[in-house]
């Protein structure tokens, strides 16, 4: 049974309102450096990859996806810098999981809303060699200021793991943390499940600003379930929310959401 609880609470500074200024221009912390597992070869996995890898820097040279950049900072086709930021191997099976995230080649990449496009990819041992299991080029839209999210494996059966991803966005004092578990599915990668785990509107609510104040928070817990070696995934929800039909304009969020895995996705199943 694995149980996710994340509660993040960031205060911004808003021009013209009564909470404290910066001069300094916010900006996600940096990825933190990456641990390779033991025996590991990370040249031969972004050779594998991308075709090419500049060790000297640590990363390899893509392109963007021709479709899906609608609402993003990147161009259909344009030339990226593709960089390892995540690699863990499974206790269970010995997998080797690896996320990279890619950025622009050219110009300045560091605004708020400048997400990193993903790449995820698990590697098997065969031999005395590495072989590709599954992998997924570039192209999930996840982070900001053009950092990766933060990364850590997950389970979610006896012998299946996956990447979850997370991260916390602030802006106009309202603060969300997002996730999204990622897992390996028909040779490419899944968004098994994505949704905000936290939200509130601390930074600027109350007697002082024109909306009341709100806050919740998702449990996620993974147990056995009836699909054999994949868990359910229980979705808790509690706390308030903002409503236009209630009197006060808030409104509780409680409730529980069962959902079970099928075809690389956690969908939606009543308890039996």
Known sequence: MRKHHLTVALIFAIPGFALAASA????????????????????????????????????????????????????????????PFFAAASS??????????????????????????????????SGDAWKLEASEKPDIIFGQYGVPAAAQLFQFGPRHNGIELSYTYGGQGVTDTHVIFLVAWKGGFSQAWSGIVSSDNSGYCGAQAPSPCYAYHVNL???????????????TTAGTDLSSDSQNGIRSVIGVQHLRFSDGKYVPQPRP
């Not at 990825?31 to 031969?44: E, H, K, N, Y």
């Not at 099976?93 to 990819?121: K, Q, S």
């Not at 817990?221 to 979705?235: A, C, H, I, N, S």
Request: aromatic share 10%.
């Open 24 to 83: 300094a221009r916010p900006q996600a912390p940096a990825p933190a450096p990456l641990q390779v597992p033991a025996g590991f070869d990370i040249a031969f996995a972004m050779n594998a990859l991308y075709g090419n890898y500049d060790a000297a820097v640590g990363t390899s040279t893509s392109t963007a996806p021709a479709t899906g950049l609608e609402h993003t900072n990147f161009q259909p086709g344009q030339k990226v810098t593709v960089k």
């Open 92 to 125: 269970t099976t010995g997998e080797v999981f690896l996320a990279t995230f890619a950025v622009p080649a050219n110009g300045e990449f560091d605004c708020h809303a400048c997400a990193p496009l993903i790449g995820a990819a698990v590697f098997v041992k």
């Open 221 to 235: 817990k993974f147990e056995e379930g009836l699909v054999p070696g994949y868990d359910d995934l229980t979705v």
